[in-house]
């Protein structure tokens, strides 16, 4: 477990930005290899990404946040793909903030309409009429990816409110547009999208260590689009419960991640932090027209175990590389 490593990390990178840091911090530390060496890690780690993305049939982007130096990777990051469940990340986040701003209580019931259950992931299609609080459907959400809950949760806090907090926020590209399972409002186009750019960014704020808005700089009203440290602390919370996800299939056992899978048909989605030792990272890999959906599952799985290798790596190393007690 490395709670005070995760704990301290995220402090030190919220205070740089409250104190008005347009970026994260990249000073360097004892941990920081030479200039060159570090390139030459980071190449290397752009071509293995490069050569898994290559044995896909299909379109895959992604997007990786060292959350120690601040420093990105990214393929394909800006464009445009559907999210499949990985946009139930947007709605995480406006649920903290309205809890927040008192127009929520987590643990406030409600009682399951049955005429907006619906099928595919999830236990709550299968039941009859239970209570349960906010916080029993947020968790059915994050867990089993239930659909019925998301719907329910989206119906509470609003999905215009949730795409007015993602534009705020100046994720202008991530766009809840309809409810779960919902083929005629998806045959339409009004499909669940974003990038792997802005997921990454989106997390990250959840992580409570988010860098500027869309245009470079925070602006007046930034601080109180912002969820608070408490906030960020029960989110993560929350995303670090146990599911099935590519991304954590990849990492060694007792790794702490937080992340929200997605798929849909032609299309797998898996994106979270990561608490590698010494260095934690952000990584979201969008897949879509794949031919073979098992393709972009192991390209998931490949991409997140060459992240953690990469990051693993630096954070177990001395200034010059050095790997004492890994």
Not at 170 to 191: C, F, P, S, V, Y
Request: net charge neutral; proline share 4%.
């Amino acid at each position: 477990m490395q709670h005070a490593p995760r704990l301290a990390t995220r402090g030190l990178l919220a205070a740089a930005w409250y104190a008005g840091c347009v970026m994260f911090s990249a000073a360097p530390n004892a941990q920081t290899p030479p200039s060159a060496i570090a390139a030459e890690l980071r190449a290397r780690l752009e071509s293995r990404l490069q050569e898994i993305v290559a044995h896909v049939d299909g379109v895959v982007g992604y997007a990786v946040l060292d959350l120690t130096s601040g420093e990105r990777i990214g393929h394909l990051d800006r464009e445009v793909f559907p999210t499949a469940s990985t946009i139930k990340l947007a709605i995480v986040y406006e649920l903290f903030k309205q809890v927040e701003e008192g127009r929520v209580r987590l643990d406030q019931t409600i009682t399951l309409d049955r005429t907006k259950a619906v099928g595919g992931s999830g236990v709550l299609f299968e039941m009859g009429t239970p209570t349960l609080s906010v916080r029993d459907y947020a968790t059915l959400m994050v867990i089993v990816s239930d659909n019925t809950a998301t719907n329910v949760l989206i119906d509470l806090l609003g999905m215009d409110a949730i795409g007015a907090r993602m534009r705020g926020l100046g994720l202008n590209a991530t766009k809840l547009r309809r409810h779960m399972i919902d083929l005629a409002a998806a045959r339409r186009g009004d499909e669940n999208v974003s990038t792997p750019d802005e997921i990454v960014r989106l997390l990250a704020m959840l992580h409570g260590s988010a860098g500027p808005n869309a245009s470079g700089a925070p602006d007046g009203n930034e601080a109180a689009r912002r969820l608070s440290a408490a906030s960020c602390e029960q989110a993560v919370a929350l995303l670090e419960k146990p599911k099935a996800s590519r991304l954590r299939k990849a990492l060694p056992p007792g790794v702490e991640t937080a992340d929200k899978p997605g798929e849909l048909e032609g299309v797998r989605v898996d994106a979270g932090i990561v608490f590698a030792k010494n260095r934690p990272y952000i990584l979201c890999v969008m897949t879509t027209y794949l031919k073979d959906e098992a393709e972009g599952e192991r390209a998931i799985e490949e991409i997140s175990r060459a992240a953690y290798q990469h990051f693993s790596r630096l954070g177990a190393g001395l200034q010059y590389g050095r790997q004492i007690g890994r």
